[in-house]
């Protein structure tokens, strides 16, 4: 039955129709039964849709309140038309009104999502550029709440940033989502660290939980997130516990490291890259000045850096050993490696007595450090030189000798009982020749090492009297040894006091070539005497006459002192300066014609007498002056002189005095 019909403009030419479907009829009218007679429920009008062709386009069944009670009449079809809209269609019933409109695109997309076909409604969102009255977030959250509960949930992870973009709280709700489902796993790698940056506790939710399931990807996610989207100090807490539990693990220990780094706690990552045997650490200790924070890990670096050595050596084909025997011992010394050159050059940060504590457990890496440290300054190791002592003895007899003679800080009994418990002759020998066994040294010397030469200069280094007499009553049956003295002899030794000393008969080897050899030295040695002799002889007589030159040479005066240097007679200084000196004792001018009063005899004149430390007195003025010659006086002279009494000097005096 139909009920209302209009025109339709989609598709062209067909007709909206109102179409009313009559219930069930009774079979038997006739009946007395109340039941049969009751009337029966009418069905649901629906609004269809038929084509020109009369084929169904579209069929909807409405939904009327009352709609069992109404029949075919009881509803109307009409058409509407509001300015400004698409055309419409108004269905009625008794009592309500329905507006029939054509469908578009969000009454499609709702209709899907009804259906929980979501994937099919974000197709068709993402066909449609303007979407109103429609959420578009909150079809991605039905979806991925639907995928959640069928279980797939790596569907349901990668439509994450699709759905929730910049929303921060969507994110962190559908983590949680996951957690609660123990599938965080899947959507880790869809989680953002900006934009939007999400709650700390997720991303340390997170790294909990690759602890505890992935640790390579712990590390891998320690590397690339930014330190400062969560709490580094949390996580090392949480890794510490792990670490507790299995010690020496090394992925957790680089995990550590990394978050000491990221945290700038580079002292605190030192110990777990020592561990670790990664060979930047010296590099980070001297970028970082860490010196201070190896001095409690001087074992683990040492012990890190000869396992680097190792390693190069073998890699070289070289064969590496903590202690090859006699290759070690031969060597005696060793290039200073990374690690023991960082403590020796830090030893104000790095103290000696706390990485000589560390070392004590590996002997052989004490020695390199306290080797490293003789080497520098012999004094720095001052404290522990009975150690390094019986280190030497142990791992570089050949150095031993070099540093008994330069420390003088080690117990010397101690020394020679180590020394003689390893049999080392030469240094035994040392030794008693400080403790002042010097016969017993020879002794060594002599019968142990059958060194001539080098009992020759131990006796040198003793010049002990006792010590030349019993080197010679023991090489008085020695050939060997008296030639060798007989080679060696020299103010030490008395080649006479040596020759007396060789018995009749006893055959010498050499004995010929060794004197010739004394003869021939002791003829070089008074050509040199000679030679000497000549040089001296030339070096006395000129130093002679030019004393006696300048003892005979004119002197003069500067006129103000007493001293009066040795100059030649042709210097300029003027005889006026000489005259004007004062006598020392008389303090009168030793010159001065009015001051001095001239003798008697008109043929004698005043003397005044220099000595030869330049004082310059009145002869008179001395005792026993008196007795001194005297020389006739010259009359220029008076003139000059008496020029000088009168303060002034009579040019013409002295010249007419000279004419006659």
């Known amino acids: 039955m139909i009920s209302g019909i209009v025109p339709h403009?989609?598709?062209?030419?067909?007709?909206?129709?109102?179409?009313?479907?009559?219930?069930?009829?009774?079979?038997?009218?006739?009946?007395?039964?109340p039941a049969e007679q009751r009337r029966k429920a009418a069905n649901r009008p629906e609004l269809c849709v038929i084509s020109r062709a009369g084929i169904e386009v579209s069929s909807d069944e409405l939904n009327f309140t009352g709609y069992h009670l109404y029949g075919c009449?009881?509803?109307?079809?009409?058409?509407?038309?509001?300015?400004?809209?698409?055309?419409?269609?108004?269905?009625?019933?008794?009592?309500?009104?329905?507006f029939a409109k054509p469908r578009d695109a969000?009454?499609?997309?709702?209709?899907?999502?009804?259906?929980?076909?979501?994937?099919?409604?974000?197709?068709e969102v993402e066909k449609i550029k303007e979407l109103k009255g429609l959420d578009v977030a909150e079809i991605g959250r039905k979806?991925?709440?639907?995928?959640?509960?069928?279980?797939?949930?790596?569907?349901?992870?990668?439509?994450?940033?699709?759905?929730?973009?910049?929303?921060?709280?969507?994110?962190?709700?559908?983590?949680?989502i996951f957690v609660k489902k123990q599938q965080l796993q899947a959507i880790i790698p869809h989680i953002p660290t900006k934009n939007p940056q999400l709650d700390r506790l997720v991303y340390e939710i997170i790294l909990v939980h690759f602890l505890n399931h992935d640790r390579d990807a712990l590390l891998t996610t320690i590397k690339k997130w930014p330190p400062d989207i969560y709490d580094v100090s949390a996580v090392v807490v949480?890794?510490?516990?792990?670490?507790?539990?299995?010690?020496?693990?090394?992925?957790?220990?680089?995990?550590?490291?990394?978050?000491?780094?990221?945290?700038?706690?580079p002292g605190k990552a030192l110990e777990y890259f020592l561990r670790l045997r990664r060979p930047n650490v010296f590099d980070l200790i001297r970028d970082h000045n860490l010196f201070t924070v190896v001095k409690d890990q001087a074992l683990l670096l040492v012990e890190f850096d000869q396992e680097l050595e190792k390693k190069r050596k073998s890699e070289a084909g070289g064969e590496t050993a903590e202690r090859s025997g006699a290759d070690e011992k031969g060597k005696g010394k060793k290039e200073t490696s990374k690690a023991i050159a960082l403590l020796v050059d830090h030893t104000y940060s790095i103290?000696?007595?706390?990485?000589?504590?560390?070392?004590q457990v590996r002997p052989y890496y004490l020695y390199l450090y306290l080797d490293a440290l003789f080497d520098k300054d012999p004094q720095l190791a001052a404290d522990f030189a009975d150690i390094q002592l019986q280190l030497y003895a142990e791992y570089a007899p050949p150095r031993l000798i070099d540093f008994l003679r330069a420390s003088n800080n080690y117990s010397l009994e101690k020394a020679y009982q180590i020394c003689k418990a390893r049999d080392l002759v030469l240094e035994m020998v040392f030794l008693l020749g400080r403790m002042g066994d010097n016969k017993k040294a020879l002794t060594l010397i002599i019968e142990r090492l059958g060194d001539v030469n080098r009992a020759i200069d131990f006796a040198k280094e003793q010049n002990d009297d006792d010590l030349w007499e019993d080197l010679l009553r023991y090489s008085e049956t020695r050939p060997p040894f008296i030639r060798g003295l007989l080679e060696n002899v020299g103010a030490e030794i008395d080649p006479i006091r040596l020759i007396r000393r060789i018995k009749n008969g006893l055959e010498i080897p050499g004995l010929k070539d060794a004197l010739i050899k004394i003869l021939w030295d002791f003829n070089l040695q008074i050509s040199l005497l000679e030679g000497c002799q000549t040089i001296l002889h030339s070096d006395c007589t000129t130093l002679a006459t030019g004393l006696q030159a300048r003892q005979t040479n004119g002197t003069r005066t500067n006129g103000n002192s007493s001293i009066c240097p040795l100059?030649?007679?042709?210097?300029?200084?003027?005889?006026?300066?000489?005259?004007?000196?004062?006598?020392?004792?008389?303090?009168?001018?030793?010159?001065?014609?009015?001051?001095?009063?001239?003798?008697?005899?008109?043929?004698?004149?005043?003397?005044?007498?220099?000595?030869?430390?330049?004082?310059?007195?009145?002869?008179?003025?001395?005792?026993?002056?008196?007795?001194?010659?005297?020389?006739?006086?010259?009359?220029?002279?008076?003139?000059?002189?008496?020029?000088?009494?009168?303060?002034?000097?009579?040019?013409?005096?002295?010249?007419?005095?000279?004419?006659?």
């Open 9 to 33: 403009h989609n598709p062209i030419g067909s007709f909206l129709v109102l179409a009313y479907i009559s219930p069930d009829t009774f079979d038997n009218e006739a009946t007395l039964d």
């Open 73 to 98: 009449s009881d509803y109307g079809l009409q058409p509407a038309l509001v300015e400004g809209s698409e055309p419409f269609s108004i269905v009625v019933s008794p009592k309500q009104i329905i």
């Open 106 to 123: 969000v009454d499609h997309i709702e209709w899907l999502v009804e259906r929980k076909r979501y994937q099919e409604a974000l197709d």
């Open 143 to 176: 979806y991925i709440e639907h995928l959640v509960d069928e279980g797939e949930f790596e569907k349901a992870a990668q439509l994450s940033p699709k759905v929730f973009g910049e929303n921060s709280k969507d994110w962190e709700k559908c983590v949680f």
């Open 238 to 265: 949480a890794i510490k516990a792990q670490l507790d539990r299995s010690p020496n693990t090394p992925i957790l220990m680089e995990c550590l490291a990394e978050l000491y780094m990221l945290n700038r706690q």
């Open 351 to 359: 103290p000696i007595a706390r990485v000589v504590q560390q070392l």
């Open 567 to 660: 100059v030649p007679l042709h210097s300029d200084t003027s005889f006026l300066h000489i005259a004007a000196v004062p006598c020392p004792i008389c303090s009168q001018p030793l010159f001065s014609a009015g001051a001095l009063p001239l003798p008697a005899s008109t043929n004698q004149q005043p003397l005044a007498l220099m000595f030869l430390c330049r004082h310059i007195v009145h002869v008179t003025c001395v005792k026993g002056g008196n007795t001194l010659p005297r020389r006739p006086i010259d009359d220029a002279l008076v003139g000059f002189l008496g020029g000088i009494g009168n303060g002034r000097l009579d040019n013409s005096a002295i010249l007419s005095g000279k004419i006659a």
